[in-house]
């Protein structure tokens, strides 16, 4: 370990690699280092080490637009978004860390008969699996975003409304999660990509690194747009497509917009951050593709839609643009299952909305992997529904259409 003035100011260690592990966690995302943390605090599992190919927290978890609810429509997502959900209003003071969880709400807007129809429906089955959620009408709707454009091309019909939902800071809870693991003893360890997952008789032996062979009883991979590739070295198919994401920054302007609002027929979304720039962002590029980059004309499209729902931003600036790589699955629901390998996991399929799961995800796999058996929780998440056609299709609740 390091002295206390190596380690002073230092959130957690980097150490070198040991040549074995109970555990090793490919890819330390949020979803990966809280896999890590819960692992270590709930099943007293802690010689684990997450390996990193980049720096911890630089792919999705750092390039979201950090919106958190648990509305969806069917009861294995509801349940589990909702366990994340009940994770997150606790987060900060578990970690002891801010994760700055702001219960702002989020509203998803209904733009015709249909929508109405469905968004009623949805609201109707959360508050089933006690998911709070109610209807808005127009001037409902008009009251909590006074800017917003109610008579456009796409008139505003209502919206469901989850005040429980809002944003984080998506750094933070990278950060929380690292900084809480660490002291529980998880070896960290950034700049070493996994390059193979070694396999011996039908089981998982360990993986080959930048830093040479790591062994490992157990080996769970959660890289969320890299999952095809870390998939194709053990062996295993994956019906998951990896495509760009994208979002964008405006310059900060004082504050105008004081919740979420998610717009799928229009196809955009936007909240407002602390510091006052508005975070929007959209659908994915339609091209398969691993560069967290996208198109112009999806940045285009999302502009359009915004300036649709609120004309007064039309000569606001955008600052920054960017894009991520999701991992997107045939009913835009995760895996979080077994493999047929014996000793490997694989936690993916979050695609656009993978942030909000964040803490249950973790909490979850790291149970699935503690005792090699899912959690009730994430059993219907399993692999194996591609094969028995049991999907759990969310496109409905995926936000803004994939
Ligand atoms: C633009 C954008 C907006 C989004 N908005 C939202 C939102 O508002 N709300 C929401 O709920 N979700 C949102 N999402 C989705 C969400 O960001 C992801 O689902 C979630 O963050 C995935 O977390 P993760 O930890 O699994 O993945 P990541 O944070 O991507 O972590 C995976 C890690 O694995 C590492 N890795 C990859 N390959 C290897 C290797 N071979 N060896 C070692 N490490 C490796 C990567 O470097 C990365 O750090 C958005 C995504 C994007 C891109
Ligand atoms: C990127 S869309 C965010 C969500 O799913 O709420």
Known sequence: GLSYHENWGKAWHSPEPRKEYDVVIVGAGGHGLATAYYLAKVHGIRNVAVLEKGWLGGGNTAR??????????????????????????????????????????????????????????????????GVDGEWLTPAQVKEIVPNINLDSRYPVLGGSFQRRGGVARHDAVAWGFARAA???????????????????????????????????????????GHSSVLADMAG????????????????????????????????????QSDKGDLVIGA?????????????????????????????????????????????????????????????????????????????????????????DEPHALNKAFSIDRFYSGHLIDEHGAAAVAH
């Open 283 to 371: 659908g994915i590029d339609q091209y398969l593709g691993y560069g967290q980059r996208g198109s112009f004309h999806s940045i285009e499209h999302t502009l359009q839609a915004i300036v649709e729902m609120f004309p007064s931003l039309s000569r606001v600036r955008m600052n920054r643009q960017w894009g991520g790589i999701v991992d997107v699955s045939p009913d835009a629901c995760p895996i979080i299952s077994k493999t047929d390998v014996k000793g490997l996991y694989f936690n993916c399929g979050w695609g656009t909305g993978g942030f909000k799961a964040t803490p249950g995800s973790g909490w979850v796999f790291a149970h699935t992997v503690a005792h």
């Open 64 to 129: 979201n637009t950090t919106i958190v609810r648990s509305n969806y429509l069917w009861d294995e997502s509801a349940q589990l978004y909702e366990k994340a959900m009940q994770l997150w209003e606790g987060l900060s003071q578990d970690l002891n860390y801010n994760v700055m969880f702001s219960q702002r709400g989020v509203m998803n807007l209904a733009h015709n008969l249909q929508e109405v129809r469905d968004t009623q429906r949805r609201i109707n089955a959360n508050r089933y699996n």
């Open 182 to 224: 660490d002291r529980l003893g998880v070896h960290i360890i950034q700049n070493c990509p996994v390059t193979n997952i070694r396999r011996k008789d039908g089981a998982v032996e360990g993986v080959e690194t930048g830093k040479g062979f790591i062994k490992a009883k157990k080996v769970a991979v959660v890289v969320a």
């Open 236 to 271: 295993v198919r994956l019906p998951i497509e990896s495509h760009p994401l994208q979002a964008l920054v405006s310059e900060p302007v004082k504050p105008c917009i004081h919740t979420v609002i998610m717009s799928n027929a229009v196809h955009a979304y936007i909240s």
